[in-house]
């Protein structure tokens, strides 16, 4: 077939199974909204065909990520001497932090697990908040810590680990540890009191981990850097580029203030790859891949596109609208918002008043009526044993004039359901 056809069967094929993920009024993950800069930088990134992997297969994606890197740490506040894996996303950061954990509190009770694997290893202990993302556990069980075998913590109403029962948690195991806090709770956006836990965490020499995944970047507001307070502490974070920052999809950061252990970890040699990178930083020390994507052009793009003070507003404005679209729909008879909303997430239920299973029906049915509108577009969480809509707002396009059309559509789709027009 001539390559024109190509592309224009694939573009035809594919149209009715695209997701408008992209698009100002999608609100029902937490995905940035790829921004024009960060597509243009991946379209070069894919005609460039640069092997990212290595300073010898693209001196310029080594470069691009050393200077993303440096740029990053200044913006998210974080020790300068940090190393950072480009990683897939936000799944694959926590991966390689966790391994690079792994690695070093067996180091500290004289197993070499990069050499000599699990098999009679002393055991480590996992504390983690019982309302961590899914993506953790799952990051868990690749590395052969198991996702059940974790001890897991109680939370409080918006998913904040509960600092006492980590206190006791820690108190009852001996031998390696490693605690796993998390910055903005994928349905309310709630941050762990990480002062307090980076204390329970360090006095017994355990490594803290935190999955910041969108939660991170209230860093890089000084409205709400509060919310991260002590955050800093930590051992390692993971954050997403492709969320707040906007970037295409393939673009998160593994951050690790012990770069030997990082390394350790990541790091391997061949003997067709020459030794160094010309003075920069060697890209396949830090994360599992070696070719693969360059992933330090959009990064870079999106930083030197927005700078810290369009982050900041960014961010802000985010936060602000969210909190617009909550108190809209909470404004509105037999309307639950379910969390106070502190960053840019809520969770919100239909049908106040009414027995549990009712509510968890009537919330599905606006769910269902508002995405067959096609104004916006929202889908079902579950909160708590409770079926919620879940709202996020954080796609650069989305405006103050979106929000509102969206809640229009929402609060109309809602008085229709509850007035029995849709379900009866
Ligand atoms: C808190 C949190 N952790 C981890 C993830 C997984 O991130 P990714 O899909 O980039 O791997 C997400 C995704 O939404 C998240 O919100």
New binding site residues.
């Given amino acids: 077939m001539a390559a024109p056809y190509v592309i224009q069967q694939l573009a035809h094929g594919a149209d009715a199974g695209l997701m408008g993920a992209a698009g100002p009024r999608f609100f029902a ?3 940035g909204g790829s921004h024009p800069v960060g597509v243009a930088a991946d379209w070069l990134t894919s005609m460039w065909g640069q092997n990212g992997g290595s300073y010898h297969g693209s001196p310029a994606n080594a470069v691009a990520e050393q200077i993303a890197a440096q740029w990053l740490l200044d913006l998210l506040s974080l020790p300068a001497d940090c190393s950072i894996g480009f990683t ?5 950061a ?1 991966f390689v932090c966790l391994a690079a954990a792994r690695s070093r509190v067996l180091r500290q009770v004289g197993w070499n697990v990069d050499a000599g694997g699990l098999f009679g290893a002393p055991a480590i202990s996992v504390c983690i908040g019982n309302d961590a ?1 899914a ?2 556990f799952a990051v868990l069980r690749y590395l052969g810590l198991g996702h059940d075998r974790v001890i897991r913590i109680p939370t409080d109403d918006v998913g904040r680990m509960q600092v006492g029962a980590l206190s006791s948690a820690v108190a009852s195991c001996d031998g390696p540890l490693i605690v796993i806090a ?1 910055a ?3 349905n309310t956006g709630a941050f762990d009191p990480f002062n307090e836990i980076a204390d329970v965490a360090h006095r017994r020499g355990g490594w803290l981990h935190v ?1 910041g ?3 991170l970047w209230a860093r890089a507001s000084p409205a709400l850097f509060r919310l991260t307070a002590g955050i800093e502490q930590a051992d390692s974070w ?1 954050v ?1 580029g ?2 707040w920052l906007q970037t295409p999809f393939d673009s ?1 950061y593994a951050i690790v203030r012990d770069e030997q252990a990082h390394r350790e970890a990541m790091g391997f040699e061949a003997s067709y790859l020459p030794p160094g990178g010309g003075g920069c930083r060697e890209p396949f020390h830090y994360v599992p891949e070696l070719s693969r994507r360059a992933r330090g052009f959009a990064t870079w793009a999106l930083i030197r596109l927005f700078g810290r003070s369009g982050i900041a507003a960014m961010i802000e404005q985010h936060c602000l609208l969210a909190r617009r679209m909550a108190e809209r729909l909470g404004s509105e008879p037999g309307v639950e918002i379910l969390n106070r909303v502190e960053l840019n997430q809520f969770v919100v239920q239909f049908g106040t008043g009414q027995p549990p299973e009712r509510r968890d029906q009537l919330t599905r049915a606006v769910i269902e009526s508002v995405q067959a509108a096609g104004i916006c577009y929202v889908a079902e969480a579950t909160w708590h044993d409770r079926l919620v809509m879940r709202f996020s707002v954080i796609s650069w396009a989305t405006t103050e004039a979106d929000i509102d059309r969206s809640a229009d559509s929402i609060v109309a789709t809602w008085r229709e359901v509850s007035a029995g027009k849709t379900l009866g």
Avoid: E, L, W
């Fill in positions: 993950k937490v995905m897939t996303g936000a799944t694959m926590s993302h993506a953790i998390q903005g709770q994928i999955d995944a969108f939660g993971a997403d492709h969320k998160g």
